[in-house]
């Protein structure tokens, strides 16, 4: 055999696998970059949705939550369906709880929605958060009135945002659906990565 040939092709070969040692090592790189990519995206996208939990849409949802509890015992008490109209006999009763138990309750509220107004899930500010700020701002002006002594007016001018229950509570229960399919991801792949780094070091077991 003519040892010119068989150099050539020792060269040869040694040339493949460095190429594909180039290339493997590119390959191995690139699927680690897009990896840790996704991963920091996944882990910002959590971060997020926990901050708009915890600052926004959680305290919000308590609150109303607390709220609407308050206002059906305080209609079981009268024995009433609805607070409208409000009677000469209920009057005090209804000052009592407005001042002292609704008010407080719409205040934290007006100030989550104003200060952390930047977790809001949508791209504009929906109409029944800003309705809700009106509302407050109408019951504001008539307990002004009630230090007063005048009692003409019994309720704000600017009536309840049907809507704003429920959009409450479908942002909170969406934002929890979605924190923890993050948090499961998240688990999942620690576990995957805990497993295969397992394998890789004790292969029999």
Same mark, same amino acid.
């Given at each position: &055999? ?8 020792? !060269? !040869? ?26 991963? *920091? ?75 952390? *107004? ?22 504001? *002006? ?13 309720? !704000? &001018? ?31 792949? *620690? ?15």
């Amino acid at each position: &055999m003519d040892p010119s040939s068989l150099l050539s092709s020792n !060269s !040869s070969l040694n040339a493949v696998i460095l190429l594909l040692t180039i290339v493997l090592a590119f390959v191995g790189y690139l699927v680690t970059f897009l990896t840790n990519r996704v991963m *920091a995206r996944h882990a910002d996208r959590l971060r997020l949705v926990n901050q708009r939990i915890n600052e926004f849409y959680g305290p919000l949802y308590v609150a109303t939550l607390a709220g609407n509890i308050a206002y059906k015992s305080l209609l079981k008490k009268q024995g009433k369906t609805q607070c409208h109209p409000i009677r000469d006999e209920d009057l005090k009763e209804w000052v009592l709880w407005v001042t002292t138990i609704f008010m407080p309750l719409n205040d934290t509220r007006e100030e989550i929605i104003i200060k952390n *107004a930047h977790l809001i899930v949508e791209e504009q500010m929906p109409q029944c958060l800003l309705d809700f700020v009106t509302h407050v701002v109408g019951y504001k *002006a008539l307990i002004a009135k009630w230090a007063d002594g005048d009692y003409s007016e019994r309720r !704000s &001018m600017i009536g309840w945002p049907p809507e704003f229950d429920l959009y409450v509570e479908r942002s909170y229960a969406a934002l929890k659906a979605e924190q923890t399919r993050l948090l499961h991801t998240a688990f999942s792949r *620690a576990w995957h990565r805990l497993f295969a780094r397992k394998q890789r070091y004790w292969p029999g077991r």
